[in-house]
C-alpha cells in the first residue's frame, strides 16, 4: 500500500524559515520522481520544486527559486523541502506528489504526477 505522508507545516512569520518533509512508503524512490506542489484558496495548484528518480536533476517554480531547496534522504524514504525568506504570498497547501518512471530531470506538471499525499498547510503571516 503506497502513502505519501507530508508534515512540518505551521505558521511562520515573514521572512522566517520552514522545512516540510513528505515520507514515502510503498513506493521506491528510484523509479519515482517527488514534487511539490501548493494552491492557495481560489488559486490554481503550482508546481514549487521537484527531484528526479535518477537523484539527479531538481527544478523550481519560478516564485521559489532561490529561496526554496529540495532534497532527498533515501534511507529514511523522506523528501525535504527546506523553504527561507517565506512571503504571505508563499500561504498554501503544501503537498508531495510522485510521478513513475526513471527520469533525469523531472516535471513541475501536477497532471504528470500519479500518487498525492492528503498536503499540510503553511500560513506565513505576522
Known amino acids: 500500500q503506497w502513502r505519501l505522508a507530508e508534515s512540518g507545516g505551521g505558521l511562520v512569520q515573514p521572512g522566517g524559515p520552514l522545512r516540510l518533509s513528505c515520507e514515502v512508503s510503498?513506493?521506491?524512490?528510484?523509479?519515482?520522481?517527488i514534487g511539490w506542489f501548493r494552491q492557495a484558496p481560489g488559486k490554481e495548484r503550482e508546481g514549487v520544486a521537484c527531484i528526479s528518480s535518477s537523484g539527479g536533476g531538481t527544478d523550481y517554480g519560478d516564485s521559489v527559486k532561490g529561496r526554496f531547496t529540495i532534497s532527498r534522504d533515501d534511507g529514511k524514504k523522506t523528501i525535504y523541502l527546506q523553504m527561507s525568506s517565506l512571503k504571505p504570498e508563499d500561504t498554501a497547501v503544501y503537498s508531495c506528489?510522485?510521478?513513475?518512471?526513471?527520469?533525469?530531470?523531472?516535471?513541475?506538471?501536477?497532471?504528470?504526477?500519479?500518487?498525492w499525499g492528503q498536503g499540510t498547510q503553511v500560513t506565513v503571516s505576522s
Open positions: 506528489a510522485a510521478r513513475y518512471g526513471i527520469h533525469y530531470m523531472c516535471l513541475l506538471s501536477s497532471s504528470d504526477y500519479d500518487y
Open positions: 510503498g513506493l521506491p524512490l528510484d523509479i519515482y520522481d
